[in-house]
């Protein structure tokens, strides 16, 4: 038996067609979807409803497919390509949601791991952080925060690993490091082609893309123009309120003076960077409206307008009023 491992497809339903056709499948073979088999390509449905329902397939949640997941949950908002992935699948889209949820992170396979994203080194299979397996912006900057080379070159495990997301030759050709780590993005639905890898030969295969999908999808499903947001009408202020505008800057800059008499009274104070000490003064002044304006009064900056640009209301005025009691 065969295992034809296939690269991003991103909803390109003619392309996945051709490249099983020309592996030469017969009904016993598995097909596996490396992930991210939605959004962009004009035939999303069909691609996800073929892993859904034809048996001896398998598909892995990529970022997109995570992300599809995430929105439904009110965690992340979608990005243009899954609100047009939405619209292609109408009244289907929650049966959808439903099949994507359900989607592992990764497969171990006897010649070979897969994962769509990325692998962090050092870390066993089933410990991986899901934001790495499946190639989020959350995964990619672990990784980048805590290893000066790229993942690839640090993966050291003896068994091969397949993964997605992220054409690394910039080409229409597979990428492949040391034997070991294979790359099987190759920006089919941005005209380049879908690469497939037989296993157990690791013989990859693939067929070419019909052109930029991505651009002639987006020309059929235009940006919705953002319609003008009305100006919001200036609040009039009281002769009153103003006067107490000018005895809040006071007791600020009052308040800003006690901190900064209390921070250099510690020895180490003087010696500490400026970043360092307004850090200090930060942890003393707390948070919120109330802490800007006196990191505004330590700097000498916070005058009359400048206060009333941040206050905006009289309503917000008397609320930071209030604040000085979580302060000192």
């Known amino acids: 038996m065969q295992t034809l491992v296939i690269g991003d497809i991103h909803g390109c339903f003619y392309e996945l067609q051709a490249l099983l056709d020309k592996a030469g499948l017969v009904e016993d073979d ?6 991210d088999c939605v959004d962009r390509g004009p035939e ?10 034809r048996s001896n397939t398998r598909l892995l949640m990529g970022n997109h497919e995570r992300k599809h997941v995430r929105a439904s949950r009110h965690e992340v908002k979608l990005a243009r390509s ?25 497969f171990d396979l006897p010649e070979a791991i897969l994962v769509h994203g990325f692998f962090e080194p050092d870390v066993s299979l089933e ?16 990784l980048r925060t805590h290893y000066a080379q790229p993942w690839y070159e640090l993966y050291a495990d003896d068994k091969p690993i397949l993964v997605g997301h992220e054409n690394y030759t910039g080409t229409d050709q597979p990428f492949v490091y040391r034997d070991r780590v294979f790359g099987l993005d190759t920006s089919c639905v941005t005209g380049k082609t879908l690469t497939g890898l037989l296993l157990p030969a690791f013989r990859f295969v693939s067929v070419p893309s019909r052109g930029d999908l991505w651009l002639q999808v987006r020309r059929i499903y235009p940006k919705p123009a953002r319609l003008p947001q009305p100006r919001p009408v200036p609040v009039a202020w009281a002769d009153t309120d103003r006067e107490e505008l000018a005895t809040l800057i006071e007791k600020v800059y009052q308040t800003s003076a006690t901190i900064l008499g209390k921070l250099q009274a510690e020895p180490e104070y003087a010696d500490l960077r400026p970043r360092e000490q307004a850090r200090m003064f930060g942890s003393q002044a707390g948070n919120g409206v109330l802490a800007t304006l006196l990191h505004l009064a330590r700097l000498g900056k916070l005058d009359m307008d400048l206060a009333h640009r941040i206050l905006k209301t009289p309503d917000a ?12």
């Not at 999303?44 to 329902?53: A, E």
């Not at 929650?94 to 949820?101: D, G, I, N, R, V």
Request: aromatic share 14%; hydrophobic share 45%; charged share 20%.
């Open 30 to 35: 598995l097909i596996i979807s490396i992930g």
């Open 44 to 53: 999303t449905p069909d691609v996800l409803w073929f892993f859904r329902d």
């Open 82 to 106: 899954q609100q047009i992935s939405k619209i292609q699948f109408g009244d289907a889209y929650p049966e959808a949601l439903a099949f994507m949820s359900t989607l592992p992170r990764y």
């Open 127 to 142: 410990k991986q952080n899901p934001m790495v397996l499946c190639g989020t912006m959350g995964g990619d900057k672990h």
């Open 317 to 328: 005025l008397y609320a930071v009023f209030q604040e000085f009691d979580k302060v000192l």
